[in-house]
């Protein structure tokens, strides 16, 4: 029996050489990209950025060391409603620092030329709109809105301001994102068929079981001014700190994650949004009060365009990944793949060959003795050899500077924005086109339904 297993196996692999069915070796080959070199301009008093930051948590922080590495820019203010979060940016960023649980002071203060908003989600669109209708530039986390009817507004204020606003999925500036974006219209992957992202995590923080601190109270955190427009209920420091649980405040799975792979994919596909959006979720482990599922899978499907075939998009979310998680996003097309992490990504090239061979797994070996003959001699006449040949594969691994930190230059891009005129990567259409699906994903999850968007009107379709 293992001498006959050899044999047919062998004799497998031969009739698939003898095709060109035997792909090469691949041969990796490792780039590293390279930053663009800052030009050292002194900046005057009169091209100053000065930044009020509303929402101290975690990635409010992450902003502003990432704003404040920009020449030229100042942290003169800062908003949030947990007075221990007031005294700690004090301590970090300046005793001379302007604290206040109140936005609209900041809003109302004359050297106040920006202001960052790494809110919970439900106050992304209110401050928004009020900050540029107060004549500030603006910097929103994703998702842009925590409603879709909201999307429209935000637009139509930042147009009528003529202000500047970005959307904070970071990566859409990475020197990744861009080369891949250069990769991909050059027709690295050929047509494209298919994309399949996913951000798994294994751990409690993953999970947004965020730390609470032991002296949070109804003196030291403004609840209500916390719960804004939302449903009123008494204080409860869990969903202060861990707001992302609660579809009253955040918009769960999709509105943290799947905003960044949808941004990535728009920004390098040159894609505006899915017409048909099917999920399912479900609270599989993190049963700790949350309203919001932990796994959650979603499929986009995008029409043809000018810029693009029409491709299919397999979103996942699994906050109990127990091979430890990860990230990956897959750009694939008929002759390769891009396959995208955080800061890097690897371009697989595979074409197919012209012929479409015969024998292994085929019907071949089924035929009589004769007529397989007369197929071989029939297919060879059709295809020459090297129509035959399988060509060879090639997989180039794309790295960037080791701490290369995209956020600096998501924010490099607004200010030069501001400064010179030029667009945003992520304005606000850009921004609702991204957060559309995301919050579409979410009703369709909970109402058990397929839902249609309309990606060039930004509006959920009938």
């Not at 390769?336 to 992490?341: D, M, P």
């Not at 012209?354 to 024998?359: I, T």
Request: proline share 5%.
């Amino acid at each position: 029996m293992k001498r006959r297993n050899f044999l047919r196996k062998a004799a497998g692999a031969s009739a698939l050489a003898a095709t060109g069915l035997a792909a090469a070796d691949s041969m990796a080959k490792v780039v590293q990209l390279q930053a663009p070199v800052q030009e050292n301009k002194k900046v005057s008093v009169n091209d100053k950025i000065r930044i009020g930051l509303i929402g101290a948590g975690i990635i409010g922080h992450y902003d502003t060391q990432a704003a404040l590495k920009t020449q030229g820019t100042e942290l003169v203010a800062i908003c949030d409603l947990y007075e221990g979060r007031l005294a700690q940016a004090k301590e970090k960023f300046g005793k001379s620092l302007f604290a206040t649980r109140d936005y609209r002071e900041i809003l109302h203060r004359s050297d106040v030329d920006m202001v960052i908003i790494a809110t919970p989600d439900h106050w992304h669109a209110p401050i928004s709109i009020e900050a540029l209708n107060k004549g500030k530039h603006v910097y929103c986390e994703k998702p842009m809105v925590h409603k879709v009817q909201e999307g429209l507004d935000v637009v139509a204020a930042q147009q009528k301001s003529g202000k500047r606003m970005q959307v904070g999925s970071q990566r859409v500036s990475s020197l990744a994102f861009i080369e891949a974006k250069r990769l991909y219209e050059a027709g690295a992957i050929g047509k494209l068929n298919m994309v399949v992202a996913s951000t798994n995590r294994h751990s409690s923080l993953g999970a947004w079981q965020y730390s609470i601190p032991p002296d949070a109270s109804p003196q030291t955190v403004d609840f209500d001014r916390f719960l804004g427009n939302a449903p009123k209920v008494p204080f409860d420091p869990t969903r202060f700190f861990r707001w992302r649980n609660y579809r009253d405040y955040g918009t769960g799975v999709p509105g943290d994650l799947f905003v960044h792979l949808i941004s990535g994919i728009h920004f390098i596909t040159g894609a505006l949004g899915p017409t048909r959006i099917m999920s399912s979720g479900q609270l599989s482990y993190w049963k700790d009060g949350r309203d919001v599922p932990d796994v959650v899978s979603s499929v986009l499907e995008y029409p043809e365009t000018d810029k693009h075939p029409a491709f299919q998009v397999c979103l996942q979310v699994n906050f109990a990944d127990g091979s430890g998680g990860g990230e990956s996003t897959r750009i694939i097309g008929s002759d390769g793949a891009l396959t995208l992490g955080w800061n890097d990504f690897t371009l697989a090239q595979s074409p197919l060959p012209k012929a479409p061979g015969y024998g292994g797994y085929d019907s071949l070996f089924t035929f009589p003795t004769e007529v397989q003959a007369e197929f071989e001699k029939q297919y060879k006449a059709k295809y020459s050899e090297a129509d035959r040949a399988w060509p060879k594969k090639n997989e180039t691994k794309f790295q960037s500077p080791a701490g290369y930190d995209e956020r600096v230059d998501h924010f490099a891009n607004l200010f030069k924005s501001i400064r010179e005129g030029t667009p945003v990567v992520q304005d606000p259409s850009f921004g609702l086109r991204a957060a559309g699906p995301c919050l579409a994903t979410n009703l369709s999850v909970f109402e058990q339904k397929i839902i249609n968007w309309d990606p060039v009107k930004m509006k959920l379709g009938k």
